[in-house]
């Protein structure tokens, strides 16, 4: 899967590891601190409880990134307003584990989460989280973001955004016009914020030009 590759790329660019940090999630979804948020993750994905990672990401951004496999605006609208099926989120999140260790080279229980360092972006609070690898050099800071009731959630369009802006570009090409494509334009357009959080942080280090410029004009396409 494209979305997958993309993401998997990106995790394996995660120097020195950093000291992992015990924390839970609870029944309200999201984790009491940014470091939580990514140690419940890894700990859901290592475990194969692939519907747990729905209390510690945002169901519409993972939404949008499956869209980019060709489901129609249909379809993405279905899934923004009804909810992800269980086996798209199982297929999803099983791909990803099954080949972390491929792209990685360290198995998902390897990784080692460290400190974050909270900020924010238009009103939002946002947290850069230290992931890095036991075994292999390298790391990255993976960005987690305060949901609704104040939890923390991974933003998967913080974190990895950037490499998904031209895909995403020819994708609102192709939505043409209805309800539907306009529901995923609004939920696209929602992304702004961790959006640019991407372009300040630059999680996996320096971004291109070309890269920044797709991000600029994804936003713009959006009305941003």
Do not use: H
Not at 126 to 142: I, K, M
Request: a negative charge; charged letters at 20%.
């Amino acid at each position: 899967m494209f979305v997958l590759a993309m993401m998997l790329v990106a995790a394996a660019a995660c120097t020195a590891p950093a000291e992992p940090e015990s924390t839970t999630t609870t029944t309200l979804g999201g984790a009491a601190s940014p470091e939580g948020a990514l140690t419940a993750l890894f700990d859901a994905l290592a475990a194969g409880n692939y519907q747990d990672t729905a209390l510690v990401t945002f169901d519409d951004q993972l939404a949008l990134m499956i869209s980019l496999e060709g489901y129609d605006s249909a379809d993405t609208a279905f899934m923004l307003s009804d909810g992800l099926p269980e086996q798209v989120r199982d297929n999803f999140w099983k791909s990803f584990s099954a080949g972390f260790p491929v792209f990685a080279e360290e198995d998902l229980a390897g990784v080692l989460i460290g400190g974050g360092e909270e900020f924010s972006v238009e009103g939002k609070g946002f947290a850069t989280v230290a992931v890095a690898l036991r075994q292999s050099e390298g790391s990255g800071d993976w960005i987690a973001r305060r949901d609704a009731q104040g939890r923390w959630r991974l933003d998967l369009f913080a974190t990895f955004g950037p490499s998904f802006a031209a895909p995403f570009r020819d994708w609102l090409g192709r939505l043409g016009s209805s309800p539907d494509a306009e529901v995923a334009k609004a939920a696209l357009a929602d992304q702004r914020a961790g959006l640019l959080a991407a372009l300040q942080r630059q999680p996996f280090g320096p971004l291109s030009p070309k890269t920044m410029a797709e991000v600029d004009s994804l936003l713009f396409e959006v009305g941003l």
